[in-house]
């Protein structure tokens, strides 16, 4: 039924404001569910685009993603009617299942993740282009992150002023105002509503987290995961750009109801450390609660995938394969973990 999608998309496009097609079954939109947005009316984080025979949409600010019809429906209930019957006639039954959007838009990665809490900071993909000899790109280099996630990075030099103009966190007058290391969390939408921030130097502490959003939960990765595959989920976000569909909880605790609600198709990596008292009995706990976990054999000396990279000599590749070979659960995990921990 694409073609009386496309037709509904063009009438429908008619009522949206700043509708344009990008390409073939691809159209943008400002979004009418968010109002996207009610400061800067250029704003168009709509996107109708194609899945399939059928057409979807998806908001990259407010998050609301549903076939064409329920966003006709929204907008104009009589032109909803309009195209039920027609689809009716052509013999239509049902929407093909609803894939996710990441898997559709060949957009660049830039404009999915463009975001008005970044435009302040120079992100490192593009530095490295400017300025490879940059402090901020010799730092990525040394620490081996890979360079096709650098756009995931961004440097700032006064991070301190940039912070508070985002949400006052520090004292004014600034004092001790120095650079560091941006790292944004971005929800499965592509919104940005947290950063880290890592020190380059021994300032404290190393990292700071600082929340936009209140109300999301702390996960990092969540905007390139693909829950049709094992989702590997790891303490740290600089660790988990070095595996493949990887997610940081970089909180207390691995249980986080999202981690929960994709329990059976999670893999836990915590710290390889079966010394220290406090992870031997998280990990003990995550098992109980049926989790599968990763279990580094004794031959792993390092204790996180950076330092396994740095000072093991592992590849990233190398560590999935580990990762991927020595995770266990239920009964197996309780065996496994019996000889794992060493107090
Ligand atoms: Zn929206």
Known sequence: MLYIDAKYAQILGSRLRNFKQKKDYLWNYSCPVCG?????????????????SDLFVKCHNCGYGTNIGNLIKYVDTKLYDEYVLERYKAGATRYNAHKDVAEILEQPKEELLEDDILSA??????????????????????RNIPRDKWYLLYFVAKFKAYTNSITPKFVEPIVDEHPRMIIPYFTSAGKCFAFQARAYGNEEPKYYTIKVDETQEKIYGLERIDYAKRV??????IDSLFLQNAVAVSGASFDTPTIRSILSNATIVMDNEPRNKDIVKQLEKYINLGYSVCMFPDFIEQKDINEMILHGGKTADEIMELINTNTYTGMEAKLKFSTWKKI
Do not use: F, Q, W
Not at 36 to 52: F, H, M, Q, V
């Open 121 to 142: 900071l120079t992100r490192l993909d593009k530095l490295a282009l400017d300025k490879p000899n940059h402090p901020a790109i010799k730092y990525v280099e040394d």
């Open 232 to 237: 590997i989920v790891v303490e740290g976000p």
């Open 36 to 52: 996207d947005s009610s400061k800067n009316k250029l704003k168009a984080r709509g996107y109708i685009y194609r899945a399939e």
